[in-house]
């Protein structure tokens, strides 16, 4: 028993701890307020009183307390803080001493209940043991009943199939009969029928008599005793079979007839019903192969009327020369009407027939084998090549042109069928095969026809070629002459063989399916371009070359009349006639070549676009076509090198005819006053330079790359050695050497845009040498210091002052040579 503070007594064994106290949601602070709430309420009005006497131990405004009122406040905290302290002590060792009473218990049950476990699993362990043993017995029985069951029915199987068997026996057995008995009533007497059985006069019943028919026809014509009287020839043996196999067959070919003509009733009736019975029944005799060929046959679109019209469709007016474009328009409606035809009749065909692909065969096959070479005979009518036909009648090109457009258009016709059906029918083989007279021999005609259309314009030009006629103008007409010599080359006429060339190209890619005959066929065309080209180009750079060979004659009568010692009047009349000529022929030599350069280009970029396509597939096709093109363009490539080699002579001609008139002996010999020259050109280089600059022009604009280069780099090395032979004519005083020096400047100024700098260094060697006329003889010999390579044409050039004797420059100048 314990005593509060306020006098009250606890016991602390009254308090009594259960299991039922941590069953459920168990917490440990409701289990120790629930012992220590009778003790608490006291405690903790001790504790608030004490809070506050430690407030009050402080006086208000920070005054401390009074020694009387301290020592009340130690009196006071002398009693015990916590005085139920040992009632709570002693309860918590009563608590203990319960809590582990009531550990031992649980501690007692779990052993029971672990035991019990024990003894109910081993119980349970052995129960399903015993069920596990009964369940194998279960599934041995099991498997035996299965065997046995499986047994019981493939015996049942074997019963049915030998009773369906046993079945079909009696069933054949049955119809062996019936056929023996209808074999022997055609095999009763030759020719009559009238005493065969119902079956096969009743009209409901056509298809079982159909049936039986063939198959008794079949086993009479396979009697062994018929065959081996056929193969003996003995009259005597039994005739077998042979009156039913007589008789089967006139009975067959009457209910054939008879069904066609029920199948033809039907046909005009639009009785689709109807004629899917008869095509049933007569696919009995030779899997309806006769029925399919009537249908066909009968169907309209194969009237002689119909494919009479289709030409008139195609061609239009009889009389007028067909238009290939127009053609192609007349197919295109054509093969559309026939397509739509054929896919109205394949929606009959597969209502009516068992097997519509095999008719679709057969209508296809007649469309391509009958009513389009109908067609195709009248539109192409292939000519001769040993009679050509006339400009007026189309040439060559027609027959080709309208070879190409059907060819297309019955190709397109081809794939269209083919896509409506036609069962296992080779479309496109048949197709090729209407075109085949005319696909062996299509490249030959290619060819011709390109010559055709080449000499065909070049009349139409009035150039005569020279490869029908003697070259030159040996033998040549005056007005031919005239007017071939008046056609310049023009990209416009190549631009036309390339256009002719490209469509032959083109059939021949929609003739040839195969690369190597592509590429073969496409070489050959080309190579008809390539000739073309080259002897047009050739020929044109030809025609161009005599107007400067007429200039070059021109020249040399001026010359000849000069040297004659005609007047001087007349004789520059002619040398500035020829002149004019020259620089003409000059001009148009140029243009002419201008418009070659193009043509190649023009050539060159077909090639690339079109041609090398479809040759570089083909090992060897493409380099050879190369070599091919080389080749044809070297006679053009020698014809313009030629007329360049002319050009120049023409150039230099003129510059030397200008310089022999204008350079006077005066213009190196001025009055040696000491007074310097104008500084001006002399009125012969300014003359030159002028001509130079004017007749140049047209080189400039016609010549590129390094034919431009290799041009004027021979131009200017002529013209310097031309310049320097003209100024070794004359003599030079000083004031003369400053003339030519400064004429060799204005030379060497105008050179610089030839863009040659083996020229620009010989012109600079010029104005170099022409120091030897102003210096003093004494410093002759150090203007050769740096410029050591000019010393051969300084001794020439020193010859030429006018004081080399007078000065014994020979002798002064010994030791530098």
Not at 203 to 222: G, H, N, T
Not at 651 to 660: F, G, H, I, P, T
Request: proline fraction near 3%; aromatic fraction near 6%.
């Amino acid at each position: 028993m314990e005593e509060t503070k306020n006098g009250a007594t606890i016991d602390a064994s009254a308090i009594i701890l259960s299991i039922d106290e941590f069953k459920g949601d168990f917490s440990f602070d409701v289990l120790f307020r629930k012992l220590v709430n009778q003790f608490l309420p006291s405690c903790l009005e001790e504790i608030d009183a004490s809070e506050k006497a430690s407030v009050n131990d402080v006086m208000p405004r920070g005054h401390t307390r009074t020694h009387s009122e301290a020592a009340k406040f130690s009196v006071g905290i002398s009693s015990p803080l916590f005085p139920e302290v040992d009632a709570l002590l002693s309860l918590f060792k009563n608590s203990g001493m319960q809590l582990i009473d009531l550990r031992k218990k649980i501690d007692g049950k779990l052993n029971n209940l672990k035991k019990e476990v024990a003894s109910q699993d081993f119980k349970h362990r052995k129960t399903l043991s015993e069920l596990e043993k009964r369940v194998e017995v279960l599934f041995d029985s099991f498997a035996r009943l299965d065997s046995r069951i499986s047994s019981v029915g493939q015996t049942a199987a074997k019963i049915g199939d030998h009773l369906q068997s046993a079945d079909t026996q009696r069933e054949n057995a049955t119809q062996t009969i019936d056929h023996i008995k209808y074999l022997m009533e055609f095999n009763s007497s030759p020719g009559d029928l009238m005493e065969l059985s119902p079956l096969f006069s009743d009209d409901s019943r056509v298809s079982e008599a159909a049936s039986i028919a063939q198959k008794l026809r079949s086993f009479a014509e396979e009697d062994p005793g018929r065959q081996a009287m056929t193969v003996s020839g003995n009259a005597t043996a039994s005739k077998g079979l042979e009156v039913a196999v007589g008789n089967l067959q006139e009975y067959c070919n009457e209910l054939e007839n008879k069904l066609l003509s029920r199948f033809d009733v039907a046909t005009q009736k639009k009785d689709l019903c109807s004629m899917a019975q008869c095509a049933i029944i007569l696919l009995q005799f030779n899997r309806g192969t006769s029925v399919m060929q009537h249908y066909v046959g009968l169907r309209p679109m194969f009237d002689l009327e119909v494919m009479n019209a289709d030409v008139q469709v195609v061609l239009g007016d009889s009389g007028s020369q067909p238009i290939p474009s127009n053609v192609g328009q007349g197919l295109s409606s054509l093969y559309k009407e026939i397509t739509d035809t054929v896919k109205k009749e394949a929606e009959t065909i597969t209502a009516v027939f068992p097997y519509p692909n095999d008719v679709m065969s057969i209508l296809v096959q007649r469309v391509l084998e009958d009513r389009v070479p109908n067609l195709l005979e009248k539109l192409l009518l292939k000519p001769s090549l040993v009679n050509l036909p006339s400009k007026e009648e189309g040439g060559l090109i027609l027959y080709l042109r309208m070879l190409a457009v059907s060819y297309e258009k019955t190709l397109e016709l081809s794939k269209d069928l083919h896509s409506v059906g036609c069962g296992d029918l080779d479309v496109e083989g048949l197709t090729e095969s209407l075109f085949l007279p005319h696909k062996d021999t299509y490249i030959d005609y290619e060819k011709v026809s390109l010559r055709l259309l080449y000499k065909a314009k070049m009349e139409e030009l009035g150039i005569e070629s020279s490869s029908s006629e003697s070259k030159g103008t040996i033998g040549r007409s005056k007005g031919a002459s005239i007017a071939s010599s008046q056609h310049q080359i023009s990209v416009t006429i190549v631009t036309d063989f390339v256009h002719w060339n490209e469509e032959a190209i083109s059939r021949c890619t929609l003739f040839s399916t195969q690369e190597t005959i592509l590429a073969a066929n496409v070489r050959l065309v080309f190579t008809c371009l390539l000739k073309q080209v080259g002897q047009y180009i050739t020929e044109g750079l030809e025609r161009a070359r005599e107007s400067l060979a007429d200039a070059a004659a021109s020249r040399e009568r001026f010359v000849l009349g000069t040297s004659v010692g005609r007047r001087v009047a007349g004789a520059t009349s002619i040398g500035e006639t020829a002149a004019a000529a020259g620089e003409s022929g000059f001009k148009t030599f140029m243009l002419a070549l201008q418009q070659c350069g193009s043509s190649v280009v023009v050539l060159q970029q077909f090639f690339a676009n079109s041609v090398s396509q479809i040759l570089l597939p083909v090992e060897g096709a493409h380099a050879a076509a190369c070599e091919e093109m080389a080749s044809a363009m070297s006679s053009a490539e020698a014809a313009a090198y030629k007329g360049l080699q002319l050009c120049i002579e023409t150039v230099m001609a003129e510059v030397d005819r200008l310089q022999s008139a204008e350079q006077k002996a005066a213009d190196f010999r001025s009055s040696d006053d000491g007074i310097s020259p104008e500084q001006r050109p002399t009125n012969a280089c300014t003359r030159v330079i002028a001509y130079l600059s004017r007749v140049l022009e047209s080189a400039f604009t016609a010549l590129d790359g390094l034919n431009k280069q290799a041009f004027l780099t021979e131009l200017g090395n002529r013209l310097h050695k031309l310049v320097m032979s003209h100024w070794e004519k004359f003599t030079f005083n000083w004031s003369g050497g400053l003339q030519l020096k400064r004429d060799i400047s204005e030379y060497a100024d105008f050179i610089r845009c030839f863009n040659a700098p083996t020229v620009d260094e010989k012109f600079e060697l010029l104005g170099i040498l022409a120091n030897v006329f102003i210096v003093a003889p004494e410093s002759i010999s150090s203007l050769f210091e740096g410029t050591p390579s000019i010393k051969t044409d300084a001794k020439r050039f020193i010859q030429l002052r006018d004081d080399y004797k007078s000065a014994k420059l020979a002798t002064k100048l010994s030791s530098l040579w």
